[in-house]
């Protein structure tokens, strides 16, 4: 793709969107996408020559940069050799991925069922739960997001994504540890950590633990807020898991692969589920795939009797020949210990700086390449900027902030009253310090709606 801008282009292909693609997660009538001509590292532009330093990477997929050569490469490589084969077959490419992330996973998670992505992920790992198991209930908290299929949308801790013709049966929502905002009126870690826990315990004796087939968590709930859980709950979850035969899964579709400093947010806590899912940065977007990982004890149940799922596409050739390239290229150039380094040294005080001069910042959290700032209008009563009028539009305050970014050149990831600073694990010091700049000058314009 031309670097050269080319407006007439980008208003083709603008137009031609805008009369055929339904976009998601969108009231068609009220979007104005960008064109985008091309990308690479941490940076993609748009057809009139403006030029965006990904802190967004695009949904939170891209961990490492744009059009990385090793990867584009192994595509086009596969591409050339065998671009699909079903399934049931072995080939390279599927076996080295398998191979690669088994490798990587914590514990005896050491079989791989590979997905398009990462609701997928997670409609078949409830499924291997319920099937191991027996039973049917699913545990999953409120403040997460685990994909728009219809189980996957259903475990989602959110009823604003909750479509009206699906209903959550069989799923039991329960409150994570969150601070911030605590549901306990929690006032430390240790309290939040103590009080989510009995509270899970208590949900699980009201709902009779026997009925139980899975306590579903993102290690790190990502969408809903980037809140890293305090020390001590996975582990406590771990154990009621083992107590009551619960299958314990961790959704690591967006933590996953180096976006925490980690191969896998788990890490950061010693703790292995039974079951965990990841997409996304397993090849960086680069082609659909996600997957689950699979312990030993699972995985045996299905020794002698069939599996009831699969998909065309799954462990799909050009897939899987980009999560091959994608996690040597990370293992090859350290990104993940790049990911550590960088919210250690520059994102963690970079941000906790921009926090003391800005009152329009309540809350940061976060590690690695994955943080939230969260914007009040109060920073005492922790009231939040108005994120949406009645009308789904973007509302004044969150409006702005948005504004300011894009009119920078930083293209941010804003959800409700947040931002997370999500840039590729390969970002640069210097990208990083300058996407903290850029971020210092947009906040000003959400300072202007704080009391
Ligand atoms: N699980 C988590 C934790 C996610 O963050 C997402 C997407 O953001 C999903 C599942 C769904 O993944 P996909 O959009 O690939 O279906």
Redesign the pocket.
């Known amino acids: 793709m031309s670097t050269q801008p080319d407006p007439a282009a980008g208003a083709a292909v603008k137009a031609t969107d805008r009369a055929h693609v339904f976009h998601s997660w969108s009231a068609q009538g009220l979007i104005d996408p960008l064109a985008v001509a091309g990308a690479e590292g941490s940076y993609f532009w748009d057809y009139d020559g403006n030029r965006y330093l990904d802190f967004s990477s695009q949904?939170?997929n891209t961990n490492i940069g744009h059009q990385h050569p090793k990867v584009v490469a192994a595509i086009q490589e596969q591409a050339g050799r065998l671009c699909t084969v079903a399934p049931g077959f072995a080939v390279d490419v599927r076996s080295e991925a398998a191979r690669l992330i088994a490798e990587r996973t914590p514990g005896d998670l050491d079989k791989i069922f590979f997905t398009s992505?990462?609701?997928?992920?997670?409609e078949n790992a409830v499924r291997m739960a319920r099937l191991h198991t027996g039973r049917s209930k699913v545990l999953s908290t409120y403040r997460s997001?685990?994909?728009?299929?219809a189980a996957?949308i259903n475990l989602t801790g959110d009823p604003r994504r909750w479509p009206s013709d699906t209903a959550s049966a069989g799923v039991v929502h329960f409150w994570g540890p969150f601070l911030y905002r605590s549901p306990f009126h929690a006032e430390t870690e240790e309290q939040e950590c103590e009080r989510a826990l009995r509270h899970l315990a208590d949900t699980l004796a009201f709902e009779g633990p026997q009925s139980v087939a899975a306590i579903i968590l993102?290690t790190v709930p990502?969408?809903a807020g980037i809140m890293v859980p305090p020390a001590g709950y996975l582990a406590g979850v771990r154990e009621l898991c083992d107590r009551h035969g619960i299958v314990f899964i961790l959704?690591?579709?967006?933590?996953g692969f180096g976006r925490t400093g980690r191969w896998f947010a788990a890490d950061h806590w010693g703790v292995t589920p039974d079951l965990l899912?990841f997409?996304?940065g397993v090849n960086s977007g680069y082609v659909p795939l996600?997957g689950v990982a699979i312990s030993a004890e699972i995985a045996a149940g299905f020794d002698r009797r069939p599996y009831p799922g699969g998909l065309t596409y799954s462990g799909h050739p050009l897939a899987c020949a980009s999560a091959v390239a994608t996690i040597e290229a990370m293992a090859e150039e350290g990104i993940v210990e790049n990911a550590a380094r960088i919210g250690e040294d520059v994102l963690g005080p970079g941000l906790r700086e921009l926090a003391e001069r800005h009152p329009s910042v309540g809350d940061v959290r976060g590690l690695g390449v994955f943080w939230a700032l969260e914007l009040v209008r109060d920073r005492a009563t922790r009231e939040p900027l108005v994120p949406y009028n009645a009308a789904g539009e973007a509302a004044a305050p969150m409006a702005a902030f948005t504004a300011a970014c894009k009119k920078s050149g930083l293209w941010p990831f804003v959800n409700m009253n947040r931002t997370h600073v999500v840039p590729p694990c390969t970002v640069s010091e210097a990208e990083a310090k300058e996407g903290l700049a850029l971020l210092d000058e947009a906040l000003t314009a959400a300072d202007a709606h704080t009391v």
Do not use: I, N, R
């Open positions: 949904l939170v992505g990462g609701a997928e992920a997670v997001y685990h994909g728009a299929t996957a993102e990502g969408t959704d690591e579709v967006m933590a899912t997409a996304k996600g």
